[in-house]
Structures are given as C-alpha cells and as structure tokens.
C-alpha cells in the first residue's frame, strides 16, 4: 500500500471515529454516563440493555463510585475491557472497601464491540479475590460469574 493510499484509509478511520462520537455525544446521559472512555461507555450501554426490565438508571455523575443503579436499589460498578487492549489492564477497580456498590459487571467485548463474556460478581465475592483500587483485568476467575448474554 503507497503512502497516499494509507493516508486515505485513515482520514476514513478518523471520519468513521468521529461519526461514532456524534452517536456518543447523542446518547450521552441516557445510555452511559459518557466521557472520553467510550470502551466504558459501550459497557455501560450493554449493562443498561442486559439490565432493561430492572429499570436501571445512570449514576449522577461520571464521578459517581457507582456506575448504574437498578429500580430496586442494587448499583453497578461496570468494568470493561475490548480486544483492542493490549495491556490487559484497565482502570482500577475502587470502592471495594467502602461498599460503594453491590455487584461488578465485568464485560469482554469482541472486535466490533459486541459482548463476548458477560460477568455478575456480587461485591463479598470480588472483596476476597482482589484488593481496592487494583486495576481491573480480565482475572480466570471471572468465568465462575459468567452469565448467558444476548444483545435483546
């Protein structure tokens, strides 16, 4: 491929990502909490798809420890991570020692962000494998939590 044709290929890429952002800035506040990690602002809108009949509502805040509250109360720390990491971590897992939330929603998106492994550890199960403020990865363990997904 010559060089005139790669920079076409990603002024594409970079036309594509930024019609992906006019989607994400639509839909901010009503399907993820929205900031620039938009890893996390998929797996928010999958948890909030997953979680549809349990009416689940945004946190306040992109600060909030929480990510998720259902109509009955339980709220959601979600954690995502994409085949497009290369390091394997991601950020840190916090508000273990608080009781900030209930359950962690661990999810594994595919290449083309669709969920390939979606995980429900009740916050007493993940206090005794991990420590506060440990950077989320995706631990072998998470399949013992792994719960049937489809895009509803």
Same mark, same amino acid.
């Given at each position: ?5 790669? =920079?076409? !290929?990603? *002024?594409?890429?970079?036309? =594509? /990502? ?8 639509? #839909?901010?506040?009503?399907?993820? @909490?929205?900031?620039?990690? =938009? +890893?996390?602002?998929?797996?928010? #809108?999958?948890?909030?798809? #997953? /979680? ?10 992109? $600060?909030?420890? #929480?990510? @998720? $509250? ?12 994409? %085949?497009?990491?290369? &390091?394997? *971590? ?5 508000? @273990? ?7 962690? +929603?661990? @999810?594994?998106?595919?290449?083309? /962000?669709? +969920? ?17 403020? &440990? ?8 399949? !013992?939590? %792994?719960?049937? /997904?489809? &895009?509803?």
């Amino acid at each position: 491929m010559n060089m005139n044709a790669e =920079h076409e !290929e990603i *002024r594409q890429g970079f036309k =594509h /990502f930024a019609e992906a952002r006019k989607v994400f800035s639509k #839909y901010k506040g009503k399907w993820f @909490i929205g900031n620039d990690n =938009h +890893v996390g602002d998929i797996g928010e #809108y999958w948890t909030m798809r #997953y /979680f549809l009949s349990a009416k689940p509502e945004l946190a306040p805040s992109r $600060v909030s420890p #929480y990510d @998720i $509250v259902l109509g009955d109360g339980q709220k959601l720390s979600v954690k995502t991570m994409s %085949r497009w990491n290369e &390091s394997g *971590r991601g950020s840190p897992v916090k508000g @273990i020692i608080n009781k900030d939330w209930d359950c962690l +929603v661990a @999810i594994k998106l595919d290449e083309q /962000f669709e +969920v390939d492994q979606f995980c429900l550890v009740p916050l007493d199960k993940i206090s005794k494998r991990i420590k506060d403020g &440990s950077p989320f990865m995706w631990w072998g363990w998470l399949d !013992e939590f %792994r719960k049937d /997904f489809n &895009s509803r």
